[in-house]
């Protein structure tokens, strides 16, 4: 199973929003609605920000948006904050009870 | 509290094992799937695996079948992630994370990760 493809980085000026994508196959991405992001600082545990493509758990700023078009998923951050610099992680299930996480982008705001 | 504590930092040397343990509190252990999870110095995230606490049922990453084993011991709701023929690629950090409460494709809580290094 080779890692989902997402651009390395991002960027973008406070109160800008940045998409960034998250690119599989039809046997993960494109073959369920099943892709969740996560927002990653090194060291810590992963904080999920969205689940099933476009839902937000309680507690996540809807600033933090979510889609999917055929094989590719895209992650939206609307109205950028300092808070928001960090690495984000695109998983998706692939199936059989097995998951694939993407290679990561890593935000910087500007 | 919901929370997971892991064990602490290991030293290895290459073709050893390593143990690593992920005590859950604050929720019912059995309902909730637990996945293992990686991330290399200067590499990503890498999905290990995953083990229901219910009936101990596993599914690992094809990459790393045959050296990774996951197990659970209900009665102090911990579960433990065994990793063999270490080699230097598997110094990481490894975190246990839960599966998320709004969804069964998720994982929410996470532990505090426990460094893992392999050196000669």
């Known amino acids: 199973q080779s890692a989902l493809t997402q651009p390395p980085s991002a960027s973008g000026s406070p109160g800008q929003s940045v998409t960034f994508s998250c690119t599989g196959t039809s046997s993960d991405v494109g073959g369920y609605n099943y892709v969740s992001w996560y927002k990653h600082h090194p060291g810590k545990a992963p904080q999920l920000l969205i689940y099933e493509v476009n839902k937000r758990p309680s507690g996540v700023p809807d600033r933090f948006s979510g889609s999917k078009s055929g094989n590719t998923a895209s992650l939206t951050v609307s109205g950028l904050q300092a808070e928001d610099e960090a690495d984000y992680y695109c998983?998706?299930?692939?199936?059989?009870?097995?998951?694939?996480f993407g290679t990561g982008t890593k935000v910087t705001v500007l | 509290q919901v929370r997971l504590v892991q064990s602490g930092a290991e030293v290895k040397k290459p073709g050893a094992s390593v143990k690593v343990s992920c005590q859950a509190f604050g929720y019912s252990f059995s309902s909730y799937s637990i996945h293992w999870v990686r991330q290399a110095p200067g590499q990503g995230l890498e999905w290990m695996g995953i083990?229901?606490?219910?009936?101990?049922?596993?599914t690992y990453a094809q990459r790393l079948q045959g050296r990774v084993s996951m197990t659970r011991d209900t009665s102090t709701s911990t579960v433990y992630m065994e990793l063999s023929s270490l080699r230097f690629e598997d110094t990481a950090v490894y975190y246990c994370l839960r599966r998320s409460v709004d969804s069964i494709v998720a994982f929410d809580i996470g532990g505090q990760g426990t460094m893992v290094t392999v050196s000669s």
């Open positions: 083990i229901n606490p219910r009936g101990g049922t596993t």
């Open positions: 998983n998706s299930y692939a199936g059989s009870d097995r998951y694939v």
